[in-house]
């Protein structure tokens, strides 16, 4: 039998979804909190976020109130919400109305496909990078602000980003050469304390190294500083490994961007590289198998 609480919530939750009601105001039916607004934004830079990372990002961690939150988000017609991937548990994305709201510029994600796994691993890094005080930008937003000219050059000058060049107003400003007609873009980009801005690469798993060596050569010949978020077969592909005479170099040495002979860091700065970890462990642990499933038991 219906208690009437469960029914007097039920009455309220139909009336939001009747009335579409974007939390502005009491007459909604419920006000959006500025956790509430900063997880419509991340849900529409990053495109899916999990539960899991939303309640450590904006509820301390407590993921029965980002739960109870999201639950009126989708209700008032704001948020997306599935559970269909057993690994991920319930993972968020903005619908247009949401993004809107966003305040991020941006239009609505497309919905999670077969990319999700990589969608929800730069999800976790930019928003771990963001707690530790970096401004991040997206690859959603890099690639919308190079598609105005001048638009990626105003963004940084906006963000305190010295010395940006008046060439950079005339073509692409954070994409890099990977090629003698492609670009690339980073994963993310993140602003340094000094100001100047850094690539973000999340790499799950290997790619074909002439690729890779195109995308390390477009950094080291645009001098942008890049770090490397990578699985272990990943670092070995980029640093190199011990071998059974010696040090077998990577890619990274072969380009000149590490000295050779072993996993020393970079002389000028230009490339780091960092075993990625997960916020949400449920990521980590599909990041690992995911991983193992290419390259085999790491």
Do not use: N
């Not at 599935?82 to 991020?104: D, L, N």
């Amino acid at each position: 039998m219906e208690t009437k609480a469960v029914s007097a919530y039920r009455e309220r939750a139909e009336r939001r979804r009747r009335s579409q009601g974007e939390g502005e105001a009491r007459g909604d039916g419920w006000v959006r909190t500025e956790a509430d607004e900063q997880l419509l934004a991340a849900a529409t830079r990053y495109s899916t976020l999990t539960l899991r990372q939303a309640a450590t990002a904006f509820w301390r961690g407590r993921e029965e109130t980002a739960r109870a939150r999201i639950r009126l988000m989708v209700e008032a017609g704001l948020l997306f919400r599935s559970a269909g991937m057993r690994w991920t548990g319930t993972v968020v994305w903005t619908t247009e109305r949401g993004a809107r709201i966003s305040g991020t510029g941006l239009g609505a994600p497309h919905p999670p496909g077969e990319r999700l796994l990589h969608r929800l691993a730069l999800a976790d890094a930019g928003l771990a990078l963001e707690a530790d005080g970096y401004t991040v930008l997206t690859e959603r937003e890099v690639r919308t602000a190079e598609a105005v000219p001048g638009r990626a050059a105003d963004l940084l000058v906006a963000l305190g980003v010295p010395d940006v060049p008046e060439r950079a107003r005339r073509g692409h400003t954070l994409a890099v050469s990977a090629g003698a007609r492609a670009l690339h873009w980073p994963d993310l980009v993140m602003v340094l304390p000094s100001g100047h801005v850094a690539a973000v690469e999340v790499e799950l798993t290997r790619k074909p190294a002439a690729a890779l060596r195109q995308i390390l050569r477009g950094y080291q010949q645009a001098r942008r500083p890049v770090l490397y978020l990578a699985t272990d077969p990943v670092i070995r592909q980029l640093q190199g490994r011990p071998g059974p005479e010696g040090w077998i170099d990577g890619v990274a040495q072969f380009v000149g961007l590490l000295p050779p002979g072993g996993p020393h860091p970079a002389p000028d700065g230009l490339l780091r590289i960092r075993k990625f970890t997960a916020l949400d462990p449920a990521v980590g642990d599909q990041v690992q198998r995911y991983a193992e499933r290419r390259h085999g038991v790491l």
